[in-house]
């Protein structure tokens, strides 16, 4: 679910930014839009933690799965604060206006979503 919201939000940025889109269009359809990309995600994670609650944290995984969890953590992390640092560069001289202005933390909330939930796809299916 995480992977395929990702790239959903992701893609729906992706073209407001290619499509050279008003930004009165972003600030009153875009917003809208990332919130409703987040939902099905925020559902599932809700269900989830609800049916976890019930146990110790220590059982919701086993050794391999925490493994899996810590690594796809870990490159989240590392890619994400390049890609915060690429699009700063890139938009130094538009701060703090401009499209991005805008856009930065939805497009940061889906880069990471959908990093570490193929992480974790990609992790879990090797073993």
């Known amino acids: 679910m995480g992977v395929i919201c990702g790239l959903l939000g992701l893609a729906m940025i992706s073209m407001q930014l290619v499509l050279d889109v008003p930004m009165w269009h972003i600030k009153s359809f875009g917003m809208f ?23 110790k944290i220590s059982e919701w995984y086993d050794e391999k799965q925490w493994m899996d969890v810590s690594r796809a953590g870990f490159i989240t992390l590392i890619l ?37 939930s193929f992480c974790v796809l990609v992790f879990t299916n090797k073993s």
Do not use: D, H, Q, R
């Not at 839009?33 to 994670?45: A, D, E, Q, R």
């Open 33 to 55: 839009t990332v919130i409703l990309l987040l939902v099905p995600y925020g559902l599932v994670t809700g269900y989830w933690m609800l049916i976890k609650s019930k146990e």
């Open 80 to 116: 994400s604060v390049l890609a915060m640092i690429l699009i700063f560069i890139l938009n130094i001289k538009s701060l703090p206006g401009g499209v991005f202005g805008i856009l930065w933390f939805p497009f940061y909330l889906f880069f990471v979503l959908f990093v570490f």
